[in-house]
């Protein structure tokens, strides 16, 4: 891995109140994106299969969060998980104090 992939990960979760790290043709992280923008709830998704680095960035989150899949969702710096993990936190009224 490289410091460069480390810092750009770091970045865009600290620049970020929601980040999603996905990949475009994910049913999973279409869903979780769904449920954010039904909640009007601004965040930043970067397609890793629409980008050359793509694959590093996954095997950086995948070090960083020991969660290979996508998505791969942080919010306010925090890794909060995957789609399932989203909508857990939706369904238990949770999601909407962490946002």
Request: glycine share 8%; aromatic share 6%; hydrophobic share 40%.
């Amino acid at each position: 891995m490289s410091a460069k992939i480390a810092q750009r990960v770091s970045q865009i979760i600290a620049e970020n109140g929601v980040a999603v790290f996905s990949k475009s043709y994910c049913p999973y992280c279409i869903k979780a994106k769904d449920t954010l923008k039904a909640l009007n709830q601004p965040f930043y998704a970067l397609e890793l299969d629409q980008i050359d680095d793509g694959s590093a960035i996954q095997n950086h989150l995948a070090e960083l969060t020991g969660q290979r899949t996508v998505p791969n969702i942080f919010i306010k710096g925090k890794h909060i998980g995957g789609c399932s993990d989203l909508l857990d936190l939706k369904a238990k009224g949770e999601l909407a104090k962490l946002l």
